[in-house]
């Protein structure tokens, strides 16, 4: 079984920056993407950003974001270790949710499906 740790959340004042990290542990698994997902009282939850990784070296190969991130959010990781982080600089208000950790270990991140979640940490943006 693997299971996906997120830590790193908080409470932050608008403009501020919080670093998430997720960590996975359990079985040993390579994953084609690690991704962070949100969700916000009341809303569906959302894609934030992913990273997905070579086939032939492991290595980080493309990162992926929602236009509401872009260049506020910068993902990050390492495959050979299963970690992955979310560095969130200028925050907002509606940046505040429950992030999500996923990873996908059936390459199907491109289609939104990812096999195994965290269970997730609040991040509030106050103004």
């Known amino acids: 079984q693997v299971q996906l740790v997120e830590s790193g959340g908080g409470l932050v004042q608008a403009g501020g920056s919080l670093r998430l990290s997720c960590a996975a542990s359990?079985?040993?698994?390579?994953?084609?993407?690690m991704g962070w997902f949100r969700q916000a009282p009341g809303k569906e939850r959302e894609f934030v950003a992913a990273?997905?990784?070579?086939?032939?070296?492991?290595?980080?190969?493309?990162?992926y974001y929602a236009d509401s991130v872009k260049g506020r959010f910068t993902i990050s990781g390492d495959n050979a270790k299963n970690t992955v982080y979310l560095q969130m600089n200028s925050l907002k208000p509606e940046d505040t949710a429950v992030y999500y950790c996923?990873?996908?270990?059936?390459?199907?991140?491109?289609?939104?499906?990812?096999?195994?979640w965290g269970q997730g940490t609040q991040v509030t943006v106050s103004s």
């Open positions: 359990g079985r040993t698994f390579r994953s084609y993407a």
């Open positions: 990273i997905s990784w070579s086939a032939i070296s492991w290595s980080a190969r493309h990162t």
């Open positions: 996923a990873a996908d270990t059936q390459n199907y991140y491109l289609s939104g499906q990812y096999d195994y």
